[in-house]
């Protein structure tokens, strides 16, 4: 047994089809982060039609990329509290419901203003389910290997990025209204997810920890069909404790974990999105890229670094720790955006891209993973889901601050001063990290939120 009076997980991880149960679990987590990553990807590739068909001018460019991240902002602060108190099953589908509704709006858009509600329903549905998926793969995962299924449902989203860079530039050559086939075929793994979200169990943890020890055993003898009766005594008695109010967050001790949930994710999102978001773009209007299609063919490459980042990582997150990788990862986005800055300057072709892949290669090493996965291990169960909520929200206002200056400044200030203040914000993700590192590496989430016995609560 481990100290936390529950099983011990390399036993529970060794055991013959051990995972098996937990695998449907994961999988819906990972299709719900894809769906994420085709999403918001696919708008880089859509803009480059859309802005032929429409012209439009930069204010209403940066309103589009950014009413999706407004609906998330408010999905993740709504989806997080609902998920704490009504439990984690309720937002299954409604959300993916709500999420085809949103893509077929902004398939079939008349006029611009259609085109921004129907980004922003999508962006709702996503941020609904973002601290639902987070609390999922932390309260279904072992200690052991958590930090690796994190690392999995991330990279789903790298997938969903890669995916949605494919489609987009096979329709780039169906014609003017490609942009609407691109946004309209978001609806086809919203409507795999529906399917593999069948069946899924509530979460022990939720049960248990709000009144109901009967349907949080059932629960964790369907996820864990190998417990004997006894172990499943063991572990329902850990999964047991003192609901915490939200005023406990105001303790210093949970303000400063809360703050290293939250600025990170902030400042990633506020690069990572508009560089993200924007880079297509940026790469027509600084003649890198002679075509539309060359420009989303490039893009992918840097997606794809990202996306071997963290699969470099896959074995290792567990062993390394969350802290290390990600500053590390931060410091890496910030050495390639200023070396990406200085070239751009210069106009040295090959450092650019030198710049783009460190810069890439820095996303998938740490942070991309890791503010994910810190947002829900580092907070008691029944406010887990609420603390990552407002952690994605905050982190997509970061993200709608992005997508609205970054073309508005590109055109003032130009591409070059964009990155070094790019550089900046990642470069202050990094010293938040090291100043306010909560370390969860191997440690349960009950032994995560044992601060309660050392801190009384204001």
Not at 216 to 233: F, H, K, N, V
Not at 286 to 314: K, P, Q, R, T, W
């Amino acid at each position: 047994m481990n100290r936390q009076g529950g099983l011990s997980t390399a036993n529970v991880r060794n055991r013959p089809g051990a995972d098996r149960q937990r695998g449907h679990a994961l999988g819906a987590a990972m299709l719900g982060m894809l769906l994420d990553g085709y999403d918001l990807s696919i708008m880089a590739v859509v803009l480059l039609p859309l802005h032929s068909a429409w012209h439009l001018h930069a204010t209403e460019t940066g309103l589009l990329m950014a009413m999706a991240l407004l609906g998330s902002l408010l999905g993740g602060l709504a989806g997080g509290v609902f998920t704490d108190r009504f439990g984690r099953r309720k937002l299954l589908f409604p959300n993916i419901f709500l999420y085809v509704i949103g893509a077929l709006v902004s398939a079939f858009s008349p006029d611009v203003s259609i085109l921004f509600l129907g980004r922003f329903l999508t962006g709702l549905a996503i941020g609904l389910d973002y601290p639902l998926v987070a609390t999922i793969v932390a309260e279904y995962s072992q200690p052991a290997n958590r930090g690796n299924r994190f690392a999995r449902v991330n990279l789903a989203w790298y997938v969903g990025a890669l995916l949605s860079t494919g489609v987009g530039w096979a329709l780039l050559f169906t014609g003017a209204a490609s942009w609407r086939w691109m946004l309209g075929s978001a609806a086809f793994p919203a409507l795999a997810l529906l399917w593999l979200r069948r069946g899924l169990p509530e979460s022990p943890r939720w049960l248990a920890r709000n009144g109901h020890p009967s349907a949080a055993r059932a629960a964790l003898a369907r996820l864990y069909p190998e417990y004997t009766s006894a172990e499943l005594g063991t572990q329902l008695t850990a999964f047991q404790g003192h609901r915490q109010p939200w005023r406990v967050l105001l303790h210093r001790v949970w303000l400063r974990r809360l703050v290293l949930s939250i600025f990170p994710w902030f400042c990633l999102d506020v690069v990572g999105l508009g560089i993200g978001l924007y880079f297509p773009m940026v790469l027509r209007s600084n003649g890198l890229a002679g075509s539309d299609g060359a420009a989303a063919a490039i893009n992918a490459g840097f997606v794809l670094i990202s996306a071997l980042g963290i699969v470099y990582i896959l074995s290792r997150l567990d062993r390394w720790g969350r802290i290390p990788l990600q500053s590390a990862g931060f410091g890496l986005m910030s050495l390639g955006l200023g070396l990406f800055a200085l070239c751009s300057w210069n106009g040295w072709i090959a450092g650019i891209y030198a710049g783009a892949a460190v810069y890439s290669l820095g996303v998938g090493i740490g942070p991309s993973v890791t503010v994910f996965a810190l947002a829900v291990e580092i907070f008691p169960t029944e406010l887990r889901a609420s603390a990552a909520g407002l952690a994605t929200g905050i982190s997509r206002l970061g993200a709608f601050i992005s997508a609205v200056l970054f073309p508005v400044l590109e055109k003032s200030w130009g591409i070059p001063l964009v990155l070094v203040v790019m550089a900046i914000v990642a470069l202050l993700g990094m010293l938040a990290t090291l100043i306010y590192g909560v370390e969860s590496r191997q440690k349960s989430l009950e032994d995560l939120e044992r601060v309660h016995d050392r801190v009384a609560t204001p």
